[in-house]
């Protein structure tokens, strides 16, 4: 199959999904529909890369079920191509904040359990220097130092959004001296990004979806982060979170709550940073309807972590709508 066309075509298509790194397009082919799939540029890049997409696909083909199927890489002009997954994303059947259909929870676990499994040396190449594995203390400054240099980047030119938002001009104080109490662990493979957009639940079984944020890590850190943007009712955080801890062997999951929590916490700060960041940039081109979800949104992951820097969560969309305003000015 020469590739290069579906590339053009999927440029020129004005329906596309895009997340922050990527634009995906569904394209026809004799061989039946893929997904074309084309770095965004111009994206800010606020999250640890590891690796290369394809290079995780490549590695993990053999030992991982429901993911999709690498078809073709190109590296000038650069894109991949994806066999295409029918179904429904996962947040279009259940938003945020809903219960899912039950088989997800277990078919999240599933995975975990098929990554945490797969040996190291079998992965493509580490920077020289990440941690080792166990060094979950590193492994956790790691990601917050990332987190540090997002907010230092930003802090100028949001200032004052920042200040009315109540995010302090050091946002990571409050947990840095926590790291080295993080119990040692060994690493696995972790997708890094398990929230409801990057799932296609089709005939009662569940795909997952965008691996470019694979990292080799701390297995607790997985499922904080998950349970972060999963936002799960309480009820089924709860079993996914048993589910975690009986599956996967007992060197992966061992450790205080004290562990998901500080991980939890420093993804809420996080959260809050980024998301101020790239929701007032969507927010320059939204209608008003996505206005309202845009802002809605933000309010609720700012009062999701106020607390931890001893602030009321009384951020209300009329208050973040009008703060963006005023800084948009």
């Not at 999240?108 to 580490?126: F, K, N, S, Y």
């Not at 607790?220 to 979170?241: G, W």
């Amino acid at each position: 199959m020469t590739w290069l066309p579906l590339y053009e075509e999927a440029l020129a298509s004005l329906s596309a999904a895009a997340g922050y790194y990527n634009r995906n397009v569904g394209v026809r082919t004799t061989d039946g529909k893929v997904n074309v799939r084309i770095p965004l540029a111009a994206a800010d890049i606020m999250d640890i890369r590891l690796w290369r997409e394809e290079e995780v696909l490549g590695c993990i083909r053999s030992r991982v079920g429901r993911i999709p199927e690498l078809r073709h890489v190109s590296q000038d002009p650069r894109f991949q191509v994806h066999d295409f997954i029918e179904g429904s994303v996962l947040n279009d059947l259940s938003p945020r904040g809903r219960d899912v259909p039950v088989h997800v929870l277990t078919d999240v676990v599933t995975l975990m359990d098929q990554l945490a499994r797969i040996p190291e040396g079998t992965l493509p190449v580490l920077p020289g220097r990440w941690p080792d594995s166990g060094d979950t203390a590193a492994f956790g400054r790691s990601l917050a130092e990332l987190t540090q240099s997002v907010h230092r980047s930003h802090a100028q030119e949001y200032c004052g959004v920042f200040a009315e938002f109540g995010i302090p001009k050091d946002p990571l104080a409050v947990i840095e001296n926590l790291w080295s109490g993080l119990t040692t662990r060994p690493f696995g493979l972790l997708h890094a990004d398990l929230h409801r957009r990057n799932m296609i639940v089709s005939d009662g079984v569940t795909w997952f979806l965008d691996w470019e944020l694979a990292l080799w890590g701390d297995p607790m850190y997985e499922i904080a982060i998950h349970l972060h943007k999963m936002d799960y009712p309480k009820r089924q955080r709860a079993e996914v979170l048993r589910q975690w801890r009986e599956r996967l062997p007992g060197r992966f999951t061992a450790g205080p709550d004290d562990d998901l929590h500080l991980y939890g916490t420093h993804e809420r700060i996080k959260s809050a940073i980024v998301d101020t960041v790239r929701y007032s940039k969507q927010l320059a081109t939204a209608g008003p309807p996505q206005r309202a979800a845009l802002v809605g949104r933000l309010a609720a992951k700012l009062n999701a972590v106020r607390p931890v820097w001893g602030l009321p969560p009384d951020m209300t969309p009329e208050r973040v709508a009008a703060a963006l305003s005023r800084w948009s000015e």
